[in-house]
């Protein structure tokens, strides 16, 4: 088999595995939303309306999503980068760190660049979704879609990642991507907010309501720094930390059932 076959197969399965895990983790997702609405960060604001359409996009996005990572191996296997390091399992967790710190690095200012008056028109599309649901994930022009990716086409001729970091970063990426865009708050807890640099799903979802704040994706560190942080994310973060009603796997009338009888 030629490798221009291999990777267009690489391609097409791994657009498939995506389109599987999102209709999969999406509807997981909004099962466990509807059990804990206390968690629903915009409160008030529905965002139910744009949902087939956030989806038909989706499905051309998520293609575009999955094209660089293919390019970056395929680049690899063609000796037209550097050869990739050899994974040791020992060096595995320092490698995906990295990975991530340079992703988060290449979608800060990416994504600060779609942002100026010349690239907005291809980043608009994403913003119809003001208040994000996992579905608005891959809800984007593909050329935007695919400038915020391109990392992995890109990084390949500047640090030879082996081909499992790159994918894992990808799948990883996919997976955070969704949880960022989902809504509802799981994830407040002080490593969320300063100074620690790490983030949760208010970060991004004040991104979609404030528009000109929190760039970053995985970190908070390039925002604080350039100055580009909401300015109350910090107490929103502690906010749900502190005043959110615990987890519940019921539905919010099964709940109220299940105390009324207690009474």
């Given amino acids: 088999m030629s490798d221009e076959v291999f990777y267009l197969l690489f391609l097409f399965g791994f657009y ?11 509807y997981g997702v909004t099962w466990f939303n509807a059990r804990n609405p206390e968690r629903k960060i915009q409160k008030g604001r529905g965002s139910g309306r744009r949902r ?7 499905l051309a996005s998520m293609f575009s999503a999955c094209l660089p990572l293919t390019i970056g191996l395929y680049v690899q296997q063609k000796g037209w980068a550097p050869a ?42 994403h913003h119809k979704s003001v208040a994000p649901t ?17 990392f992995s086409a890109v990084v390949v001729f500047v640090v030879p990642f082996p081909p499992a970091i790159l994918i894992g970063q990808r799948l990883f990426e996919h997976f955070n991507g ?10 407040a807890t002080s490593t ?9 799903t208010t970060f991004h979802d004040q991104h979609h309501s404030g528009f000109r704040y929190n760039y970053g994706n995985y970190f908070s560190f390039l925002d604080r720094l350039l100055g580009t942080i909401a300015p109350n994310y910090d107490q929103s973060v502690k906010i749900f930390e ?19 009888k207690s009474d």
């Fill in 16 to 26: 498939a595995t995506t389109v599987v895990t999102y209709f999969a983790f999406g």
């Fill in 134 to 150: 996992i579905w608005s994930t891959y809800s984007e022009d593909v050329v935007d879609n695919f400038l915020l990716q391109s």
């Fill in 178 to 187: 969704m949880i960022g865009h989902c809504g509802f708050e799981y994830f």
């Fill in 192 to 200: 969320a907010r300063y100074p620690s640099p790490l983030l949760c």
């Fill in 52 to 58: 087939k359409a956030e989806i038909r996009q989706s």
């Fill in 84 to 125: 990739p390091w050899a994974l040791h399992w020992w060096a595995a967790v320092p490698l995906f760190v990295l990975c991530m710190f340079l992703y988060d690095t290449w979608f800060y200012f990416m994504h600060r660049l779609l942002h100026t008056r010349w690239l907005f028109p291809l980043h608009a599309l």
């Fill in 242 to 260: 502190e005043e959110v009603p615990p987890l519940t796997l019921r539905r919010a009338g099964e709940l109220a059932d299940v105390q009324e």
